[in-house]
Structures are given as structure tokens and as C-alpha cells.
């Protein structure tokens, strides 16, 4: 099915048109047209035209609006203020522009796709092999997969890339440990845990740091695993495999708790840019970018200075030869461009490493891999904080374990529902306590603009009141069950029909749904889409206060309330889905 073009747009149409009859130097103006609460839209923009060409705003704006004709889309225009124009739509726009969406047997509601579609690549969720998630895990995993989702709803074309951490001097460890102790990671059942897995690692990573940290003969031999590691030998790199591999079981395990579609092509770690680094390193040093310096290979910046005044470098290669996380990166965007033919790449990393991306961009802009066709950004995130402001750890001070927080949140949304439950089994409580608690911790997240710090506050989350996932997973309920109790009478849009002020005010809402996603997708900004969606939640509660559905007084009045109802829970359903969250129908 087409799209469908939005009421905002249709009238910002119409007063372009009346704009260029009125003044031809004007075609380009913007009507600037927003929501307002003097009338359903407001245009500021006469006021700066009106500077431009010198004329009386007012009298301009009565111009104008004397060259727009009413009818079923704008009911009513008039002057206020200055030169403002404020706009009624008529109802019989609203509730037909709605049935349009309603129609869109794809699941769009009538949202269309980007005109300009490129390819973006985007690196989130990046754990490490071998170490368990911990809470500073979760903002890049929900960030990332939202915007991912959002960006391919849009109609671009992403590639998802998790770059775990599964290289390094501390393999030259765990592999000598393993190769010692062969059996360490031998599975009692064919069918192992995530949680197994990680027990394992974790394990083998305490005896192996023991022994490294008391045993200096250990020491050498571990150090010499590092060389043959880099070196490519076979057997070293079969014992790292293992180690990949179980953590992969691992990963797996979290990421399907926090109900997130992580594919194992996607997984590309720092192991996969190797074979670059090297002619990584040869093409910024013949090209000048990259200088020698105390025989390191090193990129300066004028406005990058350490305490001392001296320049801080980006080292790509080290003085002993070996590759930092910058060769890895810089190489990784090299092959994201020229390999995956990416226009756009993005990197939800921790606001911290912005000094370490800000120095890779500016390397590979220098180096002409990224131009104004190729452009890098990282969508940086803050931090996440305990209820006392500080950052999040156990009440020992250690870092919370990923696994452990997700479980809190899954078991205090499950005594939520039990307490709501009407006629759920256990089964069926279980189930909606996933959806429930997993969606309250990736909506608190997502609900705050990402490079802000956010408090976790599993109470908060998971309240049924204010600005929760579960307020806006209980309204879809709520409408689910007003549609199974309407029985035979099914949804069907009535436009004759007048609408009342709440009516009103929930279609207006619901058709801005295109908008939002665009300019979602246009800032990667998920948060624009959850405050919408509560928007949306709290105009269907008003809605659903004031205007009985199932009550109401006439048969075609119960139609289009229930079909007012029925965009909305689509709506909200579309929308929580590009938030990673599950909208169950009974709640």
C-alpha cells in the first residue's frame, strides 16, 4: 500500500500554496506549522516573512488566509497575536486520514519509507569474551537495537555489527591456563546454559590470574601464547576458539533475556580486523597522517593536549610492534566503507571513549576514508546510576552483574501482573513478567535522551503510574479487552461523525505517528519515539475517560469509537515494537 501523507503535511501544503499566491518570492518559505493549544496547528512563519519583505505581519497573514479555501482538511484559519495563524482540521480529515492508515495491510500504518535510502552500520552491544555483562552493557545493547530498528522500519538499509572484545594480552593467559588444564571447559550435558557457560569462564579466568600472578614461569609461557596467538599459530588459535566459542553461549543467553535478535554473522570481533592492521598502519604512515614518534606510529591533533601542554597522540602501532585499539577501529571503519559499501557509521560507545572516536574520525577523515558522502558518529550514552546518583553497583561495591539486574526486573513486574492477573495462569504470569520487566528496563533507558545519565529504579519501572513501558503495555491491554467484549460489533471509521474535543485530540496524535518515526530515525533519538508513545497512552486515557466506547449512543458512534481504539493499539503496538518492547494483550 502507498503512504500516507500526514494532515501536518496536507496543510503545510495548502499554506505554501497560499504563501506563493500571495507573495511568488516566498515559494520557498516555511510556514513553520506546529501543534498548538490555541487550535489543533499553529504557523509562525508569516512573522519572518513579513520582516523580509518589510510589510505588516498581520496584514500579510489576513492575505494569506484570504487565498486559503475551507473545507473538509482546514475547517478554520484565523489571525492571532502578531501574525500567527492558528488552524482547525475538520473531523471529517481526521477520522479519514486515520481509516487510510488503518488500511495499510502491511503493519506501516501508512508510514513511508525513506526517499533517500542509504547503508548505515551500526556497532552496538560489544561484551568480552570471557568476562560476564555487567550493567554497562545494557545502554549500548537497548540504544543499539532500538536505533537499528527504527533506522530499518525508516527504509535504510543497516548492518548490525556487535564488536566484542575477544583479543588481547589477557588470552596469552587464559589460552596457556586452558592448554594446561584441557578439561576446564568440558560440559557435563550436550545442552549447556548461558549461565553454565559463564560459570566456566569465570572460573577458569580466577585460576589462571592465580597462577599468573604467582607462578613467573606461568608468567613466560603465557606471554609467549600472546606471540603465537598474533602470529596466527594453529593450535593457540583452536584454544581461543574455545573461549569464543562459550562465550558466545554466554552472550546468547543474556541477549535473548533482554529480547534482542543478536545473529552470530553479526558477531565481528576485534580478532576480525587482524589481517588489516598492518596495511592499516602502512597507508596512514606513507600518506602522512600518521608520523613516528619515540618509534611509536602516532597521529597528532592541534587541539588535543595533555595537563602538561604537550600534544596527546593517537598511537596506532606501539613502539614493540603491536596494535592498540586504534588500528583496530581504524581498520574496522576501512572495511565498513569500502567493504560494506556503508555511507553512514555509527557507534553506541560509552560518552567516555568520545575522545578515543573523536581522534579515530578525525584519522580516517585525514586519511580520506571518511568524507561528506562517509560520515562516522557516536551516539554516546551516559551513565547508569543507583537511586543515590552514583554510579550503579552491588551494596559491596562491585559492578552489578547484567543477568542478576534483568532478573530483579522480570520478578517485580511478575508480582505486578499476578497482582492485576484476571484469569492467567502461572504459565501465562511468567510470560507476561518477561515482557513486563524486560520492557520497563529498556523503556527507563530509552525514554532518556542516551548521552544523559539515567537512575535505575526498579519501583519506578515498573509502576503502573506515570511514564513507564507498563503504562503504555496496560492501555494496549485495556484496548484489547474493550475489543473482545464489543463482541460481532467490529471497528469501522465513521468521518460523517462529529468528534468530541478528546476524539480529536487522540486522532491528531496518532496520525503525527509518521512524523516522530522520521525524526527518530533522522537524530537517532529513540527517546522522541517513547515520549510520543506516553503522549499517546495518556490522550487514550482521556479519551477512554471521558467518551464511552461500548456505551455509546448511537451503533455508528460504538463503530468509530472502537476503530479510534484500534489504530491506537496498533499504533502503540508498531511503536513499542522499534523500542525492542512486547505489547501483550492481556495484562
Known sequence: MASVTSLSDSVQQHLASALTATRPEAADADPLLRRSDRADYQANGILALAKKAKANPRELAAEVVSRI??????ADVEVSGPGFLNITIGDRAITANLAARY???????????????GTTVIDYAQPN??????VGHLRSAVIGDSVRQILEFAGETVVRRHHIGDWGTQFGMLIQYLDEHPHELDHKDAEVSGEEAMSNLDRLYKAARKKFDADEEFKTRARRRVVDLQAGDPHTLAMWQKFVDESKIYFFSVFEKLDMDVRDPDIVGESGYNDMLAETCRLLEESGVAVRSEGALCVFFEDIKGPDGNQVPLIVQKSDGGYGYAATDLSAIRDRVFGLKANTLLYVVDARQSLHFKMVFETARRAGWLNEDVTAQQLAFGTVLGKDGKPFKTREGETVRLVDLLDEAIDRASAVVREKAQDLSEEEIA???AQVGIGAVKYADLSTSANRDYKFDLDQMVSLNGDTSVYLQYAYARIQSILRKAGDTRPAARPELALAPAERALGLHVDAFAETVAEAAREYAPHKLTAYLYQLASLYTSFYDKCPVLKAETPEQVENRLFLCDVTARTLHRGMALLGIRTPERL
Open 69 to 74: 479555501t475551507t473545507g473538509d482538511l482546514i
Open 431 to 433: 510470560e507476561r513478567g
Open 129 to 134: 569474551v570471557a568476562k560476564e555483562m555487567h
Open 103 to 117: 488500511a495499510d495491510d502491511t503493519g506501516r500504518l501508512g508510514v513511508p519509507r525513506s526517499e533517500h535510502p
